[in-house]
């Protein structure tokens, strides 16, 4: 089976080819990061428009890469939500268009189930069930993922994703667009350990995540400093911001796969690239015999192979689309069994 992904979710416009489920046989991925990077962050009308531009020549380099034609694809995936509207229908459009001229079947695909089944392509022998993190430039959250098929939700947050925090402190100190890979790299020469930040809901069984509280004692230290006249120390500020963050997402997640007996936790989204999550989650696997997979970094943020691969298994389960498919903004990650 070859499937065709496509994915328009954001800033990145993307085109897949796989062959099965999990081999990857192109994976072109046009990033708008420099575009946005003078508004300081992503201008949606601006990225629809660099899809529309960047879509075709995408899936015809993916369909040429991969080494076939578009008359061998056998059925077509793309993202329909989360994400900014306009971005999505994009993809979907195209993806329709594809569909119903080359008479093969089209599959929906949540974007934040793909960002957890970026872990098949990166670790072959993966396989349900294990616990997953997701953290990604708008979400975060803990799904028990049971079957290739059923996914139990165990928390999400109840207001800032951490990729969003990331990308606002950073914004604040005067970094560029993304702010995540900023951070991470000033964090490694900073001391964690300098300003002590809040950490939210860390009572035990609380699933949940808030990082809101954490932004805002971030920004208002940064701001006191500023008003004090002090120079930023930004490497023991991001240390110290992401220690926080990490102590929260690692807490929860090892208190998830004790809870349900997982053996197997992965991590997911764009915030998995982050160096200082790694290695705290790896080593904290290691000393509980936990097995621990994350994504290649290209397939951490946003990527058309990750929805390939969801595609192909929610293929399996009968999970197609018709043309009538449309973008929705807000989809969420929800329970699901089939
Ligand atoms: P979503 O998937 O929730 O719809 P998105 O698609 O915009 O959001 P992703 O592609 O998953 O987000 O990831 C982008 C996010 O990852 C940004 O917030 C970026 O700052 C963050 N990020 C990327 N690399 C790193 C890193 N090394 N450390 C921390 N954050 C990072
Ligand atoms: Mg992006
Ligand atoms: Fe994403």
């Known amino acids: 089976i070859l499937t065709l992904a496509v994915e328009s979710s954001c800033d990145e416009t993307s085109a897949a080819v796989l062959k099965g489920g999990r081999t990857v046989l192109s994976n072109i991925i046009s990033t708008q990061i420099p575009v946005h990077q ?73 974007h934040l189930e793909g960002h957890i089944f970026a872990n098949f392509l990166s670790a072959p022998d993966l396989e349900p069930p294990f616990m997953a993190l997701v953290v990604s430039g708008g979400h975060t959250a803990l799904v028990d993922v049971r079957g290739y098929n059923h996914f139990h939700m165990m928390g999400q947050t109840r207001d800032d994703a951490a990729g969003e925090a990331f990308d606002k402190i950073a914004r604040v100190m005067g970094l560029p667009y993304p702010g995540g890979p900023r951070i991470d790299a000033l964090a490694a020469r900073g001391n964690a350990m300098a300003i002590d930040f809040p950490q939210a809901l860390t009572e035990k069984g609380n699933y949940e995540f808030s990082f809101s509280g954490l932004k805002s004692a971030v920004l208002n230290y940064i701001n006191s400093e500023k008003m004090k006249g002090h120079a930023l120390n930004q490497p023991d500020i991001a240390a110290s ?49 936990v097995r621990f997979c994350y994504p ?43």
């Open 296 to 338: 290649d970094r290209i397939l951490c943020t946003d990527n058309a192979a990750m929805i390939g691969c969801r595609g192909f298994y929610q293929s399996l389960a009968g999970g197609f689309s018709d043309l009538y498919l449309n973008a929705v903004p807000g989809l969420s990650l929800t329970d699901r069994n089939e």
């Open 241 to 289: 911001f992401q220690r926080s963050v990490i102590e929260v997402l690692v807490g929860k997640a090892f208190q998830a796969v004790q809870e349900t007996g997982r053996s197997t936790l992965v991590l997911a989204g764009g915030v998995a690239a982050n160096s200082g999550l790694e290695q705290r989650l790896r080593e904290a696997a290691e000393k509980r015999g």
């Open 38 to 110: 003078k508004f300081g962050g992503v201008v949606p009308e601006i990225a629809s428009r660099k899809h529309i531009v960047n879509i075709l020549p995408v899936v015809d380099e993916a369909v040429r890469q991969a080494g076939i034609r578009l008359q061998d694809i056998d059925q077509v995936a793309v993202t329909y939500g989360p994400g900014l509207v306009g971005a999505l229908l994009v993809g979907v459009s195209a993806a329709k268009a594809l569909a119903f001229s080359l008479d093969v079947p089209l599959i929906g695909v949540n």
